[in-house]
Structure formats: C-alpha cells, structure tokens
C-alpha cells in the first residue's frame, strides 16, 4: 500500500470510515482539512490515499471517496500552494501519470475531481489516446467516451470506435454528447445510423465486429430500422443535416407515408381522391422506385387500369411493373384511356349533399358570412370584429401534411370564429403572412385575459405557429384568456367513466371518431366530417369543401362551449370550466396529496395478497363497482382485432370463446363480426 507523505493511512482510513458511518459530515470536513493541511505533499498524499482505499475496498461504493475529493477541492482554495504549477516537470508528469491510472481503476466519478486537480487535459495527447484505447480494451466504453470528451480528443479518434458499442448497447445520448461540437462529426452519425436503415443491411455482421458487446431483448429491439430511422430524422433536425445525406430513412418514411395514404383513401375512404392524388404527386415527384411502390399498391388496393396510369404517366420500365400492368398498358394505349384524368368536377356548392347534412354537424353560417383574409385592409377587419372585450373566439389552424418531410410544419391557414361571423387568415399570402400587423394582431389576442379563445389541442397549433413566426419565440408572449377544450373532454370522460347513462357513441361505419370530432359527437349530437384534414393547405385557391371544413372546425366550438356552459353539471363539469386543469397539471396534483398508507404498509399488503390462494373465479370477477351477473369462461365470447391476439390467446387458455381477426384484417372487421354473432 502506498503511504500518503506525513499520514498514518490506516488510521486515517479507520477514522474516516467512522465519521462517514455515524454521518458526522461537519466534524469529517473538519478531520479532512486537517489532514490534508499535515500532507507534506497533499498533491501526491490524495493519490497515495485513494489507490490505498481502492486496494482495501475494491468494488465498494465510493461516495465516501468523492466525498473526499470534493472537500480537497474546497480546501485546495485556501491553499494555492497544493497545485501543480509550483512542481518541477518531472515530478509534475509523475503526478498526471498516476492519476490518470487511478481513472482506470476507480469509480467515474472520479474523473471530473481528478481532472481538474492534476490538470490531465494539459497531458500530451499520445498519452491521453493510449489511455482511452486502454479502457476501450477493458470493454469500459462509456468511460472511454466520456473521457475522450472531457480532453477533447474527438478528432484524434476513431467516430465508429468509440460510438458504435454505446449505440447498440441503448447509449445513443452519449453518441450524441461526443460530436456535439463537431459539425464533421454530426454529419457521420447520422449517415451512420441512416446505413443501418439500408434495407439489405446486415446487422448480424455488424455485431460480429463488437464480440464484447453483449445485448439484451430491449437493445436489440432498439437498433431495428424503424426506431433508427426516427432517430436519424430526430438527428437532422436537431443538428441541421441535409436530408440528402440519408437516402434510406427518408426512402422508408415517405413509403410508410404512401402506404398510409393507401390506407386513408382505399381502405379506411376517409380521404377523398383529389386530397390523395395531391399528396402522392408531391411524395413520389422524381423517385422512380417510390414510383414503381405506387404501382405495386394501386394493383393490390385499387385496379390495374388506374395502376396503368399511374404507370405510364411516370413512364416506368416494363421489367420493373407488377403482373399484367403492361398489357394493361398496351390495351389501354390502343383504346386511347391511358392519360390519367386530372379534371376537376362542377363547382362546389357551399352546401353541402344531403347525405352529409344527415350523418355530420352542420355549419350554421352562409359563405357571405365567411371573410378569407389576404390584405392587410381585411386583417384590421377581422381585428375590430375579434379584438372586443368579452368576444367568445374559436381559434383553429391548418398546415399542410409533412409526408415524408424533415421540415416543421408550418400554419398555412388561421381560423377565427366569432358569433355569426369567421375569419380565415391566409399565410400563404405574402401581404400578409410576416407582416408585423398580422403577427402583432395574433400576440394580442392570445394575450387579451378579457377575450375567452377556445381552441381544441392548442400545444401543436402554438408549436406550429412558433416554427412559422420564429418573433414569437423571441418575445414569448403571456398566454391569457385561454380555454383548451382538450383539458374539458378529458374531464368529460373521466366523469363518465363507468357511470350508468352517459351519452352514448354509436359505431358507424369507418374509423370511430376521435378528438374534437368525438367530443363535437358527445355534445351536439353528431360528428365533424373530417374528409379534408389532410389536404393540402398550400393549395390556392382552396376548394369550397376546405374552406367549409376550415370554418366548422373553429365554429364548432363555440356551440360545443355554449352547451356545456349553459348547464355544466348536466355533463358532471364544474361551474366554471376553466378551472379545469391539464391532464399532466391534474396528475402532479394528485401525485402531492398525502397518501394514506405508506410504501411500506403497501408492500406488506401485496405480499399478503400475494400468499393468498386465488381460483380461477378469482381472477375473473369484475370491480366492485360492476354489478351486473357473473358468467363462466365459456359463456363470455370476445372479437379481439389485430392487435390483440397476445389477449386472445390467453382467453382461450381460459376456456372463453374468442374469434381472432388475421393481421390483413381492418381493425372494424371486429365490430362487423360481432355484430353478426349477436344477429345469430
């Protein structure tokens, strides 16, 4: 053991271990200062003491150890004479020598303390580099990282080497740490972990290189390309990468995106032709195998002709077609049908088909009530009739889908809705989308307490408008006034959570309702069509269909808010709804209250619990607040969907008859089978 100069070490170690124990941490400061104050060289007595401890305590806790450096580093301030600077160079170079061993050995938290204290940065880098290869050979890769940092040897060594192991071990963060200030660095990361997307990549061979590197379940499902390519995308934003530099994770997200305009249109009909005819044309503009994936789908979901189109408009190579696409071709080039119809039909009425005034809630205003403004003369329109004292306002905004896109979105189109009367504010018009009077107009109504705004999510709206108006995050502005409608259905729902006659949701058929159209179903009765929520909001002139769907969404509102403020008990609100508070606000509030048993008694119960014997009619009662007859296995019969078939499974285990829907199943199927069953 080496001895600190001037120190009986293992009485001071004895001693320290009782101060440390008893948590005397005044009287052990005390005990430290004078200690070090005896060392005849403090500098070299640390080093002695701490690689004393570690041979007797090897693999302990080392609190107590940083404890120490800490309280030396206070000390060291009184005494300027215990640093370095005063030591002949030999003796200097045999100090930072053996401190730098200490790091190999010792606990991380050594390394901060010790760097600063024997000035290791100052060391010449050959030895510095050996020390990271070495405890990357010890399979300490995070130590070797975070070291590599702290001395700023990034461009001394080797990106992959270091970074690799830590990503596929879950530690992406620390990759993220180590090219933060080297935009070279940052710009090999991310075409890194976009390779790892390639649709051919060999991840096993890949792990082959790292045979020290041994993954769980969790970090192996971690590096698979459909995380990796949201971290790649994540990646670009954040450090500004060009996208082009990751040509896998941009090809992967725009083809889930097309896929999911497959689903939206041809699957779930909830997006009209026109609406997804514009999208594709933009998210496959100049990619020929996007082009050839469109075919592919258009055969599988829609028809050969319209796939033979598609086909010939992007003058595709027969070798790379589907099946019978260019016979397609050839037939309809014969009969002169071949050119896609892009004609749009009559003009659309402001009213809209009877079918739709049955089935969706109906916008009470005629189109002269309804003002798009594009010059700065109708923007102080809007404002006089908007910006009143105790003016009700419903506020929504539109931006265009980012298929596939690296970019925040962008407000194209802001709502304004006030009894009898909206405002649609272009910011696709360069009059007005930056000028000071359109943005100064927005602050302040947002601001104005004695103007209630209702919106519904108004978190993404407000992010949205910060990305198009970068002033606003400048000067952030006061929020006031504000009623998101959001935090009042999540009351809604909670207060009726498993109480008997609550107001029903019938199951139509298409995807069930969610959101705002979900509470506007609740409340007035009927559903928002949303058929063009993700149309192109850049578009101009916009079709009559939008502008009537862009007003019903901030109109809307303000029926949903009269009703429920007419008689808020009726729907088992409080008086004043906007004393409702946030899902994640209502959540911290119930976090603080006292709880009325401790963790300790809540343990002793589950155990209890957990010892006592349970049937198998045990396990399938129902809450106390059910009260309804209990039935056995197998007279209870259950659909499980596609997501569900974990669920199934076990159920059946159970003796309960379950009908499990096939992963090509649409998730409604449940409900058509269902209601089958009940017929039978």
């Not at 890949?206 to 995380?227: A, C, M, N, R």
């Not at 089935?359 to 005629?366: C, I």
């Not at 006031?480 to 019938?506: A, M, P, T």
């Amino acid at each position: 053991m080496c001895a600190a100069p001037g120190v009986d070490l293992p009485a001071l170690q004895e001693h320290l271990c009782g101060l440390w124990s008893r948590k005397e941490q005044e009287e052990l400061r005390q005990f430290l200062a004078s200690s070090f104050s005896q060392m005849q060289e403090p500098l070299a007595g640390l080093l002695g003491f701490l690689q004393g401890w570690l041979t007797v305590q090897k693999g302990k806790s080392s609190t107590l150890h940083q404890f120490i450096l800490t309280e030396f580093m206070r000390w060291r301030t009184s005494n300027p004479q215990a640093s370095l600077n005063g030591l002949r160079e030999e003796e200097r170079l045999r100090l930072q020598k053996k401190a730098l061993g200490l790091l190999t050995d010792s606990h991380p938290g050594y390394m901060d303390p010790l760097l600063e204290i024997y000035q290791l940065s100052s060391l010449k880098r050959p030895l510095l580099l050996e020390h990271v290869d070495f405890l990357h050979d010890c399979c300490c890769f995070k130590e070797a990282l975070m070291f590599g940092v702290k001395v700023e040897l990034q461009k001394d060594l080797d990106m992959e080497k270091m970074c690799v192991p830590l990503i596929l071990l879950d530690k992406l963060s620390l990759a993220e740490l180590y090219v933060r200030e080297h935009p070279d660095l940052q710009q090999r990361l991310v075409s890194l972990l976009d390779s790892w997307c390639e649709p051919n990549f060999n991840m096993q061979a890949l792990l082959s290189q790292y045979p020290d590197v041994v993954l769980s379940k969790h970090q192996t499902d971690q590096i698979q390309p459909k995380l990796l390519s949201k971290h790649v995308f994540r990646l670009m934003e954040k450090f500004c990468i060009d996208p082009g530099l990751c040509s896998n994770s941009v090809y992967k997200r725009k083809l889930d995106s097309l896929r999911f305009l497959m689903y939206k249109t041809f699957g779930e009909k909830s997006m009209s032709e026109e609406n997804w005819r514009d999208h594709v044309q933009a998210l496959i503009e100049g990619n020929t195998e996007l082009q050839v994936q469109l075919v592919q789908l258009l055969v599988k979901h829609c028809s050969l002709q319209t796939a033979a189109q598609w086909a010939a408009h992007y003058n595709l190579p027969r070798n790379r077609l589907p099946l019978g696409v260019w016979d397609k071709i050839q037939s309809l080039s014969r009969k002169k049908q071949l050119e896609m119809c892009f004609v749009s039909g009559p003009p659309e009425s402001w009213t809209p088909l009877q079918s739709d005034q049955q089935k969706y809630y109906q916008l009470p205003l005629p189109r002269e009530n309804v003002l798009f403004v594009e010059s700065l003369d109708e923007v102080k329109q809007c404002r006089e009739a908007v910006l009143k004292p105790g003016c009700v306002v419903g506020i929504d905004m539109e931006w265009r889908a980012g298929f596939g896109t690296v970019s925040s979105q962008r407000v194209a189109l802001i709502q304004l809705a006030v009894q009898e009367r909206a405002f649609l504010l272009d910011l696709c018009a360069h009059a007005i989308s930056h000028h000071s009077t359109t943005v100064n107009f927005i602050r302040a109504l947002l601001s104005d307490k004695n103007i209630l705004k209702l919106g519904y999510g108004m978190s993404g709206d407000l992010r949205s408008l910060v990305s198009t108006w970068p002033e606003l995050r400048e000067e952030p502005m006061k929020m006031e006034g504000v009623l998101d409608l959001l935090h009042v259905h999540q009351e809604l729902q909670r207060c009726w959570l498993g109480k008997k006659g609550c107001r029903s949701v019938e199951v139509s058929e298409g995807p069930a309702e969610k959101g705002l159209s979900l509470l506007v179903q609740q409340v007035l009765g009927k559903p928002l069509n949303k058929t063009e929520q993700l149309s192109n909001w850049e578009r101009r002139p916009l079709r009559t269909s939008q502008l009537r769907y862009a007003v019903t969404d901030a109109y809307c509102l303000l029926d949903v808010y009269l009703i429920l403020s007419r008689d808020p008990k009726a729907f088992g609100l409080p008086e004043d709804l906007r004393s409702i508070p946030s899902a994640q606000l209502a959540k911290s509030r119930e976090e603080k209250k006292p709880k009325e048993k401790n963790k300790q008694s809540k343990r002793r119960e589950a155990r209890q619990k957990a010892n006592e014997p349970h049937s198998m009619d045990d396990c399938l009662k129902m809450t106390s607040e059910y009260e309804g007859p209990t039935i056995t296995p197998p007279e209870l019969r259950v659909v499980c969907d596609n997501m569900l078939q974990g669920l199934g499974r076990f159920l059946r285990c159970l003796g309960v008859d379950v009908k499990m829907l096939e992963n090509t199943d649409d998730h409604k199927v449940a409900a058509e089978v269902k209601q089958s069953v009940t017929r039978c």
